[in-house]
């Protein structure tokens, strides 16, 4: 997983629980300190759902509170720092979506085993879109907080539904 997910992930706990608390998160994941990691190495998955998992226990608040967090820290603060010009590729939540594969690939590229989320898509009717979610991850949840954020990000109204445990339904209801 990239290095940039998990500086991404930290920052939105140190933001939302403070230092001391996260520094609890950190010590009952078995840290004893913020490991290291740069925002363009290849860091295993492992240090991410050790914390995320940490987090939830620590805070007694479920998994999906968590995703929710990050979701707006990633799509409105994070990524419109780093990662700015993508956003402008786009003029519709529709057309971001669409082009999920290649944003992911794009910004995996220099991983030397790169394992982005790959999505499949399938028309419902003209205005409602399937989203097939294919990761070993399984983080179905934060697609649909990202999604969730991602609209407010193109200022859209979307009916959003997981239909399967990796298909989610957007309805666009402009
Ligand atoms: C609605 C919008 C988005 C969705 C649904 C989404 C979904 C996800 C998910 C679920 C993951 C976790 C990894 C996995 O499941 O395998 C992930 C990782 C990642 N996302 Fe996104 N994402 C979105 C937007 C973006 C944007 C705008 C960027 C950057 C421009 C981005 C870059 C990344 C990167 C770099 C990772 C780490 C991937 C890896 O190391 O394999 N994502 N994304």
Redesign the pocket.
Known sequence: ??G??LIAFFETLKQKVGQEKFQEILNHAGYKEEPIIFAISDVDDEIFFKILHSTSKVLDIPLHQITEAFSDYWIHEY?QKV?KK?YQLYDSLKDF?LD?NW??EM??KN?LH????KFEYQWENDHTLLIT?K?K?N?ID??MS??KA?AKHYNEKINLQKIQDNVIRVEFLK
């Open positions: 997983m990239k940039t997910f990524t990662y993508v979506l999920l944003v992911h910004t995996t991983l790169p394992t982005p989320p979610y990761s991850r983080l934060m697609v990202h999604i991602a």
